[in-house]
């Protein structure tokens, strides 16, 4: 097992330890188990943490990853958050091979995407969005390693409180649960050369391909979605070394005719070079 794994294994084994600290003094037993064992179950995961984005920063930086140019995963009018083009890591660590993710929404007009709330409506449903079940495509001739749709769409996440929520309580349990339960349903293509592209939060049951499919470039895999650890419908997009997302590293990309855009830009995608429905 590798030292990342071991470290990502440790984690989730850490906050379970924690949570059951907590639990344990709901429960009525003695103050002093909670007071010394939680701060520590809390320093551990931090620092086990920090220490792996440390030793995958200096890494990165000693050794620089040239960037694969690849084709678009979309078509259409989209806009950009989270772009490895204003800060690397985009996403804030090189866990599950995010180093230089993206993730992009759909926005064919603008203001067709409802508005972040304050407090009201607190959530929507995924239908409300206009980048929930719009067409993803291959970015290159590819195998499929990974393929697995069948966990739900959930409401949205752009409001104060579903916000908080999801910072201060989902987003920990998903942790736990793994790469998995992060990603959503999602897709990992083989490009070749040690390089696998990863398209997560898909639209459940919308696989066009399993695992084994050799796909070509353009063709249609799947549909955008609002499942795993997402706020609202989107697209997050990766290249990564290994298709094993606990032990992956980030490769950079670079969009074929449109480069890596920037956080809030807007971009255009024509149609994909093969006939799609």
Avoid at 104 to 126: K, L, N
């Amino acid at each position: 097992m590798s030292v990342r794994k071991v470290m990502m294994v440790a984690l989730r084994v850490t906050w379970v330890v924690y949570a059951g600290l907590i639990v344990g003094r709901l429960a009525g037993l003695p103050l002093a188990w909670w007071v010394v064992l939680a701060p520590l179950a809390v320093l551990l995961a931090l620092g086990l943490g920090q220490s792996g984005v440390s030793r995958r920063s200096r890494a990165l930086r000693a050794n620089p990853v040239p960037a694969v140019e690849v084709a678009v995963p979309v078509a259409g009018r989209w806009s950009v958050l989270n772009s490895p083009a204003d800060k690397v890591p985009s996403h804030g660590t090189h866990g599950y091979g995010q180093t230089y993710a993206i993730d992009i929404i759909a926005e064919p007009a603008p203001g067709a995407r409802p508005a972040f709330a304050r407090f009201w409506p607190v959530a929507r449903r995924s239908e409300d969005f206009p980048a929930f079940g719009e067409p993803l495509y291959a970015v290159a001739d590819a195998t499929v390693v990974r393929a697995a749709d069948h966990r739900r769409d959930h409401l949205s996440r752009n409001s104060l409180p579903a916000v908080a929520y999801l910072l201060l309580l989902e987003s920990a349990v998903r942790e736990m649960g793994g790469a998995g339960l992060i990603v959503g349903n999602h897709v990992v293509l083989d490009l070749g050369d040690g390089t696998y592209a990863m398209y997560a939060h898909l639209q459940r049951g919308s696989l066009q391909v399993r695992a084994g499919d050799r796909v070509r470039e353009g063709q249609l895999l799947a549909r955008c979605g609002n499942s795993g650890n997402s706020s609202e419908p989107h697209l997050h997009f990766q290249l990564m070394d290994d298709p094993d997302l606990d032990v992956a590293a980030g490769i950079p990309f670079s969009w074929r005719g449109i480069g890596v855009p920037a956080n809030g830009e807007v971009f255009r995608a024509g149609g994909p070079p093969l006939s799609q429905p």
